[in-house]
């Protein structure tokens, strides 16, 4: 089986900083996502990427960018921290057959 | 377009006991259904997934989910709750050939002795 592995596991940034959250995945699938979890609400897709160097926005892109150069490799850069954007983020990867997604553990964003 | 909607934002059961999840969806085709479990500080696991065949389909732990066309629903059951299973239990669809999944705000689960 294969992982996926989100870097760090906790980001501590001040607000107006540009922040990088990093994800890998060694199931060598070609679609990978960033999502962010709040609190008590459910997932909303910030963006994705179909395949290597591809880049789609999903309905939260605004303030965020994102990278794909390699397949295995997928980051999320928050352009300029805001307080209100504290939250989770969970990077997935989708399998072949069956559309299932594959989560990481998620990368908790702190704004001071 | 698509959307997921669980009703229950809180579900507490006692230990034993039997559990229903609701998930009603709204979309055009038959999607891709599927129930995900999230235990405290980890990410979203697979219980199970439905898109075609019979209605009822297995999961893992003994989770099974019944996917109904005429009520737009996929609820998840288990005959006998276990402490274990307390966790935030997301239902998602997807339609086929659409790269993007919606979820719904979850519903967290307590299971108590």
Redesign the interface.
Known sequence: GGIITQTPKFLIGQEGQKLTLKCQQNFNHDTMYWYRQDSGKGLRLIYYSITENDLQKGDLSEGYDASREKKSSFSLTVTSAQKNEMAVFLCASRGVSGNTLYFGEGSRLIVV | AQS?TQPD?RVTVSEGASLQLRCKYSSSVTP?L?W?VQYP??????LL?Y?SGDPVVQGVNGFEAEFSKSNSSFHLRKASVHWSDSAVY?C?V?DTGN???V????TRLKVIA
């Open positions: 997921v934002a891709y599927f995900y500080r980890q990410g979203l696991q697979l997934k898109y997301f998602a997807s790269y993007k999944y979820f719904g705000a979850g």
